[in-house]
């Protein structure tokens, strides 16, 4: 089960998500993503995976398609942190911060 909650503002599109990222999920989020960026014209698309605790080889593979297309992923937890790493080759994917919060 993965939710996905949009917080929308002037300075940024956030979609934070609790739960696992896999399967038909993936294609929920990926779905999500894209009807969203129709709409941000320009502004910062951030990802709180603050609440996700798995996330499957799918769910690993649009990960990285949303930082290639300059999406921000946020990361709490140590588990989601090493995901973010494996997918970006290295610590610079992704930056750590707290559940929820916005810069």
Do not use: N, Y
């Not at 599109?13 to 894209?34: A, D, I, N, P, Y």
């Not at 603050?50 to 992923?73: C, I, N, Q, R, T």
């Amino acid at each position: 089960m993965l939710k996905i909650t949009l917080h929308d503002s002037a300075r940024e599109f956030r979609l934070k998500l609790e739960g696992r990222l896999s399967g038909l999920w993936v294609h929920e989020l990926e779905q999500c993503w894209k009807t969203a960026s129709s709409t941000t014209h320009g502004r910062k698309t951030v990802l709180d995976l603050g609440e996700v605790d798995f996330v499957d080889p799918a769910g690993e593979s649009l990960l990285a398609h949303m930082h290639a297309e300059g999406v921000e992923l946020v990361a709490v937890t140590p588990l989601i942190r090493a995901v973010l790493q494996e997918i970006c080759h290295g610590p610079a994917c992704g930056r750590v911060g707290k559940v929820g919060s916005t810069p």
